[in-house]
């Protein structure tokens, strides 16, 4: 996967750089409001599943292999 989560951030920043462009018409502001919406969503789940995944790196940083048998996919590839 190329995404990563500065390319989220600049996503995010180019639509703020859309919502406050004053030479929108109305129609034009609600579409980027709709748009904005739908990419604040997916965003919440991207940084919510890379929370996830730190916390899982600590958990395996703290106690190593032993936790690896209820964190499956740390350190392998899925399958």
């Not at 579409?31 to 790196?57: C, F, H, P, S, Y």
């Amino acid at each position: 996967m190329k995404n990563k989560l500065g390319d989220l951030n600049n996503h995010l920043f180019a639509q703020l750089e859309r919502l406050s462009d004053e030479d929108l018409s109305a129609e034009q502001i609600e579409q980027e409001v709709k748009r904005a919406g739908a990419m604040v969503d997916v965003a919440d789940k991207i940084t919510g599943n890379a929370e996830l995944q730190l916390k899982a790196a600590r958990l395996y940083a703290e106690h190593g292999e032993k936790i690896v048998g209820h964190l499956p996919q740390i350190g392998r590839s899925a399958e």
